[in-house]
C-alpha cells in the first residue's frame, strides 16, 4: 500500500490519467469524492485488529477519534476487527480495553460496552458481509476469481521482473456468469473481488491532505471476501462504518491508498461516504518508520516504565497534531490534560509530515506533568504516591498517611523526575530512614566521608540545634557557613549531609529536602549516622 501511494505523487502518472478521464468518461466513475457536508452527529471508531498489544500508533489513532467526537458533541465507538484469525492473539482485546482504560477515555459503545449495533466484532458478523458481497455480484461491482496462489504467484513474478506495478491481473474479470458458476459448482476454490472501473480518476476528499487523486487503471481488484468465507478489511469496514452510521473515518496515512477502493464500494451500495482524515506515519529519531515489533513503543511498555497516563496521552496527541497558541494552560501551550485536549483539538492542526517520536519529549513533557500535577491535583497524585509507597516494608505508615506531609514531599521533589518510578525512588527518604550498609550508601562513603567531614557534620550539627529558623534559607546558609569555617568544600559536605539524610547522592535540593524532613528527623539522622560510620571504621 504504501508504495500505491508514493505512487500516486508521480505528477506525470496523474496527468496521463486525468487526461483520458476527460477524453472519456467511465459513467459515474470518474470523480468520486467524498462528501464533506454530510449532517447529523458526529460519531467516530477506533477499529483495531488484536494481534498484540497497544502500541503509540493505535492509542494516538484512538485518541484523535476520541478527542474529535468529544469536540464536536459526537460518540466514540470501538469495533474489533478480528476476520483475520491467523492473527488473532488470544487477550489482545483485553489489552485495547485495558490500554483505553488506562489513558483515561473509554469508548461510548461498541466491544466491551456493547450498544445498538452489536455485535461490535466483525467475527460475528460475517453473514452480514455476505450478504452484501451478493449484492455487488449481482449488480456487476465484482467478480469471482479462481486463481489459484501459484497462478497469482506467477503473476507477481512476472511483474516484477517486468518493473510492472504488482497487481491483479484481471484474469477472472472476464469470466461470464455461467462460467463462474459452472468453476463454482465444480467445487473450485474461489474469492470474491472488487470490479475497478479502468478508466476514470478516483478522488479522495482527506481532511488532512484536500484532494487526493487515484488513476483507476491503478487501483487494484481487492479480494472482498476470502476463499475460507471471511471478508477481507476492506469490504467489512466498509460496511460496517455505514451500518454504524460513522461520520467521520481518522486512521494512519498507510490506509490513504486503499481508500479509493472503500469509495468504490460506497458508490456501489449507493452509500454516502464519510469524512476521511489520514494521520501522518509515525517515525524514529533516524527517519525510520516505526514498528510494532519494537518493545518500546507498546502502551504497556510506557506504563511499566512509571510514565504518567497524562503524560503518554499529552505526548501522542502532539505526534502530528499542534495546539492552538492560544490554548495554554498552566503557562504551557503544549503540557495539556485530557479535558483540556478534548476542549482545543482540531483536524485543520493535524500535520501532513511524518510525525518523530522522541523518548526526549516524553522525559520533557513527564516531567512537566509530574509539576502540574503537584500544583493543579495534588491530592490525586498523593493517592498514587501513597500506593507506591505501601509497596516497601520499611516505611513510616504514620507519614505515608499524612497527606499534607506527602504532598509537601512531592512539591519537594517535583523538579527532578519524569515518572512515578522516579518519583517513589525520589520520596522513598522522606518516610525510610536510609540504610548506610546498601552498596550504593558504601559507595559514597568511601568517596566522601574523613574525618575532616566527620568533624564538619559535627560542626553542623552544632549549627542546626541551636538555629531560630528551619526553613530551606537558613538551612542552606548553615551548611554554607560550615563549609567555609572548617574549609571542607561545600560539594564533600553535602553529599555527607546527603549520605547520612537519605542513603544516595542524588535527590532533590538538600536543603529543601531537610526543611521537609523537619528538625528533629534531620538531628537524628546525621548523628545517629556519623556514629554507624564511625564505628564501622573503628574511629
Known sequence: APSLFASMRHVSVLARAVAR???????????????????????????????????????????????????????????????????????????????????????????????????????????????????????????????????????????LRAGKRVMYDGHCASLTIDEARQLEQAGKPHTIRLRVPHDGVTTVHDMVRGFVHFANEIIDHQVLLKSDGLPTYHLASVVDDHLMRISHVIRGEEWLPSTPKHLLLYSFFGWEAPHFAHLPLLTNPGGSKLSKRQGDISVDFYKAEGYLPEAVVNFVSLLGWTPPQSSAFGGHSDVLFLRELEKVFTIDHVHKASAVVSREKLDSLGSMHIRRMVEERGEELVDQVTELLKGYDDYDKDLVLDRQYTLRVCDTVKERVRTLSELAAFVRPFYARPDLSSADAVALAERVWSPESSAAVEELLGRLEGADAWDSDALAAALRDTAASTSVRFKTLSLSVRLLCTGSSVGASLAHSLAVLGRGETLHRLSAGARELAARRGS
Open 21 to 159: 478521464c476527460s477524453a472519456r468518461l467511465h459513467a459515474g466513475a470518474s470523480a468520486r469524492v467524498c462528501s464533506s457536508d454530510a449532517a447529523g452527529e458526529v460519531r467516530t471508531r477506533f477499529a483495531p485488529s488484536p494481534t498484540g498489544e497497544m502500541h503509540l500508533g493505535g492509542l494516538r489513532t484512538a485518541l484523535f477519534n476520541y478527542l474529535f467526537a468529544r469536540r464536536h458533541g459526537g460518540k466514540f465507538l470501538l469495533r474489533v476487527e478480528d476476520t483475520d484469525r491467523t492473527r488473532f492473539v488470544p487477550g489482545a482485546v483485553e489489552n485495547i480495553l485495558g490500554a483505553l482504560e488506562w489513558a483515561g477515555f473509554s469508548p461510548d459503545e461498541g466491544a466491551g460496552v456493547g450498544g445498538p449495533h452489536a455485535p461490535y466484532y466483525q467475527s460475528e458478523r460475517t453473514s452480514t458481509y455476505r450478504h452484501h458481497v451478493e449484492k455487488l455480484l449481482e449488480d456487476g461491482n465484482a467478480y469471482r476469481c479462481f486463481c489459484t496462489p501459484e497462478r497469482l504467484q506467477s503473476v507477481r513474478e512476472q511483474m
